[in-house]
């Protein structure tokens, strides 16, 4: 990786960035507040704070959360659908779920509203056979009654095109010619797989972000180039992946989530080059809290994600689960007298007590500096309404002290996150026990070691830079397309030839694209795999094989091998299915060095030469604790806690009798053990 190499990543409250020089090894950081009405412009100001000179830069990679923010506030362009005749309420009906478990209360707004969702005569069964011709003259005047509404997107949206494309091949060209620009989407040319709900889903938030995302990312490549920078801008995809910035709006849907994945992929080279291949993501930010999976280096990627109720976006995206309870969440006494913490948030405006931007809720910040976990110097200006907040509000109606109350809110967060730890570990059997906790976010490392604990988590690996996390993945992130294609045949009855012949033309279009990009690569290679299901199942199971070219025989025996890894049951008399073949083609980049991440000429020789100080801090009771500034940590360094270490982007809380060391990468491994009252 020759040259400067910056990674910027947009968050709701902050955006951060990270530039390495491969030559010379040095890093520049900078965490600047997000512009939400314009987010180049936060992008932009991260450069400016870094000091970077944008002529001089060989690659920058961004994640953002442009598609996301429009899709979860629906603040999404005007978009037209026209679907197969009776069918234009899919995306309504859905699958016939409640927002709510119990009850019939609940909102729900679909993304294309019911006046710009048109029908026109055209048919096709499950096997592809044309029930009834396409019907031509309608669709023109479908698509002219949209564009008079207003409509800027398109989604054309058929039954079962997966199975045969034609009728939605031919209405876009019939589209194409009338519709004054790009944004015509086909749903099979998006996700070429069964279920109507998913796929016209997907297809429906590609078309509404495509318009955002394009003008935003010209906006940014205008300003960069103003300034100088005359190289590729890649983008972050929901996949863990990168494509250019000039196609990137051809898929817009593939952007959502782009910001949780790099996060994903940070962790994952993290894990890997400290030798932990197995870990628990933990992102903990100002409102909520983001978990995942890694095991055997691998980031868990899924094309069955639900974004929020009734929102299926069905391309492959790094599954990442969200809890509402973060920094800001505010913590309360119900009218049954039961303490809650979350779902509500303070946000960054007021925000927490602590912030003193007039906020008066008490949230687990505010706790965190009642109990000496976050420095009280530097919010020592709302100390005192902090504590007076936590008295009222919820040591008195519990019988508590201030710092009880407040380590009651600690301590139900804590449950909280490790709830959803643990659903995210049991929905993909595996043990929390085996893994080690990869804590990020400006909050993680507040909470590392104590949900460690509450887990039964062994250790707890923390990266040299928790707060940039994010745009560290971005810099070491791959290349890669993803490829989904619907068979749904009985494996005993699929034409094996044809299935070769469908991941064979996968890969070949996976490596097209990626040798379309203007970056370097250091390898290539394919991952394949099948979405299987025994017949008269529901769900799925995805089966990794070796190559694209396995034999029957092989194939059921991978599936029955998986089948019995995730369920511990044999089911040898019942027929498998062969629903969906998948293909990942992926560009590996080459490495860097996340040693210089924290300056080596920084380092101290000895323990106390880093320590700034003391401070009380509650753990069940007040112990006077050492400070320590991690910048200044020797290389070699070992403690054992109390300790608290600070840095520019976190604060890390290492409780009574959890060990600490230092690997050669600048991380801490945090070996958890012993209890404290």
């Not at 910001?259 to 992929?265: C, E, F, I, L, N």
């Not at 687990?364 to 008295?391: C, K, Q």
């Not at 709830?419 to 929905?427: F, K, L």
Request: contains cysteine.
């Amino acid at each position: 990786m020759a040259g400067l190499v910056a990674g910027v990543d947009v968050g709701g409250t902050f955006t951060d960035l990270v530039i390495f020089d491969a030559v010379s090894g040095g890093v520049k950081l900078a965490k600047v507040p997000t512009t939400l009405d314009n987010q180049a412009f936060g992008v932009l100001g991260a450069f400016d704070e870094a000091g970077a000179d944008l002529g001089a830069l060989d690659l920058i990679v961004h994640g953002t959360t442009t598609t996301t923010n429009a899709v979860l506030e629906r603040k999404l362009a005007r978009t037209g659908l026209i679907a197969t005749e009776g069918f234009r309420d899919v995306l309504e009906l859905g699958r016939r779920t409640r927002p709510q478990p119990y009850g019939m209360t609940g909102r729900f707004v679909p993304v294309i509203p019911r006046d710009l969702r048109l029908e026109v005569p055209e048919r096709m069964d499950a096997r592809g056979r044309v029930l009834t011709p396409l019907d031509e003259e309608a669709l023109a005047t479908a698509v002219r009654q949209l564009l008079d509404r207003g409509c800027e997107s398109l989604v054309i949206h058929f039954l079962h095109s997966y199975a045969n494309p034609a009728h939605e091949l031919r209405a876009g060209e019939i589209a194409a010619r009338l519709w004054p620009n790009r944004y015509v989407t086909l749903g099979h040319a998006l996700l070429s797989e069964s279920r109507e709900f998913e796929r016209g889903v997907t297809a429906a938030v590609n078309a509404s972000v495509q318009p955002l995302l394009e003008r935003y990312m010209a906006r940014l490549s205008d300003e960069l180039t103003a300034r100088g920078y005359g190289r590729e801008l890649l983008v972050m995809n929901g996949n863990g992946g990168m494509v250019s910035a000039r196609s990137v709006a051809r898929e817009a849907v593939k952007t959502v989530m782009s910001g949780p994945a790099s996060g994903v992929m940070a962790a994952v080279y993290t894990g890997r080059r400290a030798g932990m291949d197995n870990l628990v993501t933990y992102d903990m930010g100002g409102t909520s809290t983001d978990v995942a999976m890694i095991r055997a280096g691998r980031a868990p990627v899924s094309n069955e994600i639900e974004v929020e109720y009734a929102m299926p976006i069905h391309v492959p995206m790094v599954d990442v689960r969200t809890v509402g309870a973060g920094g800001g969440s505010i913590a309360r006494v119900d009218q049954g007298g039961m303490l809650r913490v979350g779902p509500e948030s303070a946000g960054s405006q007021p925000g927490p007590i602590c912030y003193g931007r007039g906020g008066t809720e008490p949230t687990i910040s505010d706790a965190n500096v009642l109990l000496g976990r976050l420095s009280p110097t530097r919010f020592g200006h709302a100390l005192d309404r902090v504590r007076e907040a936590f008295a009222r509000r919820i040591g008195a109606p519990l019988g508590l002290s201030a710092e009880q109350a407040a380590e009651a809110v600690l301590t139900l967060g804590n449950i909280h996150m490790a709830g959803a730890i643990r659903m995210v570990s049991i929905s993909v059997g595996a043990d929390p026990r085996d893994f080690a906790l990869f804590a990020f976010g400006g909050a993680g490392p507040l909470h590392a070691t104590a949900l460690a604990r509450e887990l039964a988590i062994p250790k707890v690996l923390i990266p040299a830079r928790p707060g940039i996390t994010n745009a560290l993945g971005c810099v070491v992130a791959d290349l890669r397309h993803d490829f989904v294609r619907t068979l749904n045949r009985p494996l005993d009855g699929a034409d094996m030839d044809e299935v070769h012949a469908i991941w064979a033309a996968q890969e070949a279009e996976g490596r097209r694209l990626i040798g379309d990009e203007r970056i370097e690569v250091r390898e290539l290679r394919t991952e394949f795999t099948a979405d299987m299901q025994f017949i008269g199942q529901t769900h799925l199971l995805r089966v990794r094989l070796p190559d694209g070219a396995p034999t029957r025989e092989a194939l059921q025996a991978a599936f029955e091998r998986a089948y019995f890894d995730r369920f511990r049951v044999d089911l040898p008399t019942i027929r498998a299915n062969l629903v969906n073949l998948n293909c990942s083609v992926i560009g590996e980049r080459p490495a860097i060095d996340l040693s210089t991440l924290i300056d080596p000429a920084g380092r101290r020789q000895t323990l106390t030469d880093a320590r700034t100080g003391t401070r009380p801090v509650w753990f069940g009771g007040w112990v006077e604790t050492p400070v320590y500034w991690r910048d200044h940590l020797p290389a070699d360094a070992r403690l054992t806690g109390p300790a608290i270490i600070e840095q520019m982007d976190t604060t890390i809380v290492i409780e009574p009798g959890d060990r600490v060391e230092t690997d050669a990468e600048g991380n801490l491994i945090v070996t958890v053990g012993g209890t404290h009252a």
